[in-house]
Nanobody, 122 residues
Framework: QVQLVESGGQLVRPRGSLRLSCTSN??????IAWFRQAPGKEREGIAC????????IYSSSVRGRFTISRDDAKNTAWLQMDNLKPEDTAVYFC?????????????????WGQGTQVTVSS
């Protein structure tokens, strides 16, 4: 059973940066993704990294501002978030899925963390 724990969420000013961490008992051979959910909105897939070659995909809402990465030896994945905007305010989740390519769909992922709150406000 994969266990995921997110950390690093906090209050940050617009145009600021933040790095979220996702630690696990193991992420080897899992596709890893970050999702977010704002109040009253559906959960949105924003970044994904493959288990094999490190390839990535991003949603249009974060492409060019966010970067996903992973270190399997440390069983950790990260989401570097730059140029943050108030509309990035949400609870951020990491998820682990099968090594079957890249996906931003929630139903691709079986394992989820509990989430960490990111608030972007002046």
């Amino acid at each position: 059973q994969v266990q995921l724990v997110e950390s690093g969420g906090q209050l940050v000013r617009p145009r600021g940066s933040l790095r979220l961490s996702c630690t696990s008992n193991t992420i080897n051979d899992y596709t890893i993704a970050w999702f977010r959910q704002a109040p009253g909105k559906e959960r949105e897939g924003i970044a994904c990294i493959s288990s094999s070659d490190g390839s990535t995909i991003y949603s249009s809402s974060v492409r060019g501002r966010f970067t996903i990465s992973r270190d399997d030896a440390k069983n950790t994945a990260w989401l570097q978030m730059d140029n943050l905007k108030p509309e990035d305010t949400a609870v951020y989740f990491c998820a682990a899925g099968p090594p079957l390519g890249l996906s931003l769909r929630t139903n691709f992922y079986r394992h989820w963390g509990q989430g960490t709150q990111v608030t972007v406000s002046s």
